[in-house]
């Protein structure tokens, strides 16, 4: 017999809303315990090692029990709570067929009965090297035991609760890496932008929101960068992909630099590094942004002296990092194009970098002050 829980469609959606409601999963356990006939209902993130509740969002029990739960570490005598950190997700079970071999102290008796608890269906959500996600949803003596058609029509909603769990941590992470992000990335007096492993726009700061509004040839769109012109994007989406790339270990170190081009202005230079994979971030790229109009590149001078390269070679260098290619470069010094590819190449092996857009990111990055 198939089981249908009562609106479950709009459980559902009510689930789905819990990723922007500020109250988190609150309303949509009180759906849940009136759609399965269940008195109280909660979500908890557990820490294993040792074992203590970090978060919870619950329905259906009073302030005071739950400082009382809190307070007494009760969750250390749940015989709900024990099993499932020791679990892989699953499907919901019964806790019923627990109880037999369970032993409780006083406490947690006196508990039990003055709730008049029977039964809980429980769910194993999600589980990390450190923390277990898992939902419970109790019973009373009244309300009777959990019916295996009962846990079929809730196990129904799993693939739904386990999403929308992993959305909210995606989303939460996204928020504290922000707000970390943001207090190093704020002072900086150039554009920069911080890019997740998607290569999204997680945060960008002053310079960069006042430079994004006051050039049309660069914009923002569904969190993205959005150029003029159609090789530039193209450029663009395939450095950040790389660099992203090489931030999660998946290739080799990667830094790249890319020009937009402005009429009758120097070019904007994008430098592209990668943010190493961390607690905050799963990988994801710094892109800072210079303005040759409004600040100093390296000299020659500088160049030379810090990648120990001829005057030759940092004349070369300090050209590349102003936008030129090789054929304008050699123009500009009166050199042949093959002379300039062979001072690029030489460069290359006094540096270790194997493209232009390294070799200008490295140079800006150790000269750029």
């Not at 990390?128 to 079929?152: C, K, M, N, W």
């Not at 504290?176 to 290569?199: E, W, Y």
């Not at 003029?228 to 170190?253: I, L, P, W």
Request: one cysteine or more; glycine letters at 4%; aromatic letters at 8%.
């Amino acid at each position: 017999m198939t089981l249908a829980l009562q609106n479950e469609p709009g459980l559902i959606q009510a689930l789905y809303q819990s990723l922007t409601d500020r109250e988190g999963f609150h309303t949509f356990l009180e759906k849940l315990t009136g759609a399965i006939n269940g008195c109280a209902a909660q979500l908890l993130v557990v820490h294993r090692q040792p074992l203590r509740m970090e978060h919870l969002w619950y329905h259906g029990l009073s302030e005071e029990f739950i400082n009382w739960y809190l307070e007494n570490n009760m969750i250390a005598q749940d015989v709900v709570t024990n099993l499932a950190v020791k679990q892989a997700p699953g499907l919901f079970q019964p806790a019923l067929p627990l109880l037999s071999d369970f032993q409780p102290d006083e406490d947690y008796s006196k508990w039990e009965n003055e709730q008049d608890m029977l039964d809980s269906a429980w769910l194993v959500i999600d589980s990390t090297r450190t923390h277990s996600f898992v939902l419970t949803i109790q019973r009373t003596v009244a309300q009777g035991p959990y019916q295996q058609a009962e846990l079929d029509a809730l196990n129904r909603l799993v693939p739904h609760i386990r999403q929308t769990v992993h959305l909210y941590r995606q989303l939460e992470t996204r928020s504290q890496a922000a707000s970390s992000l943001a207090a190093v990335i704020d002072v900086l007096p150039d554009a920069t932008f911080v890019l997740d492993s998607l290569a999204t726009i997680l945060y960008s700061n002053k310079a960069a929101r006042d430079l994004i509004a006051r050039e049309r040839c660069l914009g923002i769109r569904d969190e993205r960068f959005c150029f003029a012109e159609n090789d530039v994007q193209s450029a663009f989406f395939r450095a950040s992909a790389q660099v992203v790339r090489s931030s999660m270990g998946k290739e080799d170190y990667c830094c790249e630099t890319l020009f937009l081009k402005r009429e009758g202005r120097s070019p904007l230079i994008f430098v592209i590094r990668p943010i190493e994979s961390s607690e905050l971030l799963a990988g994801g790229a710094l892109v800072s942004v210079y303005e040759p109009d409004n600040r100093s590149l390296p000299s020659v001078e500088n160049i030379a002296t810090y990648f120990d390269l001829t005057p030759a070679e940092a004349q070369v260098c300090e050209r590349l990092v102003a936008g030129l290619d090789v054929q304008a470069i050699a123009e500009q010094l009166s050199r042949g194009v093959a002379t300039v590819r062979s001072h690029i190449k030489q460069v290359f092996q006094k540096t270790g970098c194997s493209r232009q857009g390294e070799l200008i990111s490295r140079i800006m990055s150790a000269l750029l002050r």
